[in-house]
Nanobody, 124 residues
Framework: QVELVESGGGLVQAGGSLRLSCAAS????????MGWFRQAPGKEREFVAT????????RYADSVKGRFTISRDNAKNTVYLQMNSLKPEDTAVYYC?????????????????WGQGTQVTVSS
């Protein structure tokens, strides 16, 4: 069993920054890719970013490219999402997830474990 716990969400003004963390426990963390997704009210869950198990490959949604950075610390079983230049349209519940393989993945069906989510609200 794998447990993922997100933290770091909150309320921030447009243009501000937040860093989300996702702590993993349970089965081996380091050999799997990890990802961040988000879901805004009334919308479907969407891909945000993913990172390979080694950390040397990342992918981003076009909407966050250049503003968000995903990283991981395998020694701490933790993945991060640094979010800069936040916009009101970034408001959503953010979820971290563990992929079913070591390589990056952008589709939600490629992930088998999910956290409970953390709310990010960006005011204009």
């Amino acid at each position: 069993q794998v447990e993922l716990v997100e933290s770091g969400g909150g309320l921030v003004q447009a243009g501000g920054s937040l860093r989300l963390s996702c702590a993993a426990s349970g089965r081996i963390f380091s050999v799997y890719a990890m990802g961040w997704f988000r879901q805004a009210p009334g919308k479907e869950r969407e891909f945000v970013a993913t990172i390979s198990w080694t950390g040397d490959t990342t992918r981003y949604a076009d909407s966050v490219k250049g503003r968000f950075t995903i990283s991981r610390d395998n020694a701490k079983n933790t993945v991060y999402l640094q979010m800069n230049s936040l916009k009101p349209e970034d408001t959503a519940v953010y979820y971290c997830a563990r992929a079913q393989a070591a390589t990056v993945a952008t589709a939600s069906f490629s992930y088998d474990y999910w956290g409970q989510g953390t709310q990010v609200t960006v005011s204009s």
